[in-house]
């Protein structure tokens, strides 16, 4: 009989230990891989964000994407619409329709292109679930065959998200990789990395 109790304070060690194991890979797998220097951290309703990534593509081209964000749509299935609402100058306003969290999300940002510094800085103008201020800038790397990309923002929610934040935070920095990729999926079709064709 002894033997058997204490067997079973083993057994509920072991069950505790495999269960605990689980529940650290599911929390690790939901947690997105960053780069070096980025940052992705949530406190209370904010995340304060920084990301980058590679476009092999060089600075001008990747600049010119950057100013076509309406062609955005077209490649890339997460931006189901980036319709163009205004244009004057260097600022542009946008809606986006935006497949993140399991549904189609709608913001209206307003993109003001900074030619001189390669920046774009934005601002939402219309959503109901957050408010995103920030900034993309370019610089060249690999010896100017290619541009590094930049997102720092602020992100404030406006409802309670009921999503544990490792999901918010992957859904966040995939919106940013796809936003990259269909940017460079459309320089490389030609379209997104030429000059903007007068209307």
């Known amino acids: 009989m002894e033997s058997t109790t204490l067997e079973e304070p083993r057994q509920h060690i072991g069950r505790w230990l495999a269960t605990a194991a689980v529940v650290a890979l599911v929390v690790a797998g939901c947690s997105p891989k960053l780069e070096e220097g980025d940052v992705l951290e949530k406190n209370g309703d904010t995340f304060t964000i920084r990301l980058t990534k590679k476009i092999d593509e060089p600075i001008d ?10 062609r955005l749509e077209k490649y890339s299935e997460q931006y189901q619409q980036t319709k163009l609402v205004k244009d004057e100058g ?8 935006v497949s993140t969290l399991g549904q189609v999300q709608a913001f209206t940002m307003e993109l003001t292109m900074q030619p001189a510094t390669k920046a774009v800085k934005f601002k939402t103008l219309e959503s109901s679930l957050a408010d995103i201020t920030g900034e993309y800038t370019l610089a060249p790397t690999d010896g100017g065959k290619a541009t590094l990309v930049t997102y720092k923002a602020t992100q404030k ?8 934040v490792s999901v918010q935070k992957t859904a966040i920095k995939e919106a940013f990789d796809n936003l990259v990729a269909g940017i460079d999926k459309g320089i490389k079709s030609g379209d997104m990395g030429a000059p903007a064709k007068a209307s």
């Open 61 to 70: 081209k990747v600049w010119q994407g950057f100013q076509t964000p309406e």
């Open 90 to 97: 260097n600022t542009k306003v946008v809606d986006y329709r």
């Open 157 to 164: 929610d406006k409802v309670n998200i009921p999503a544990p």
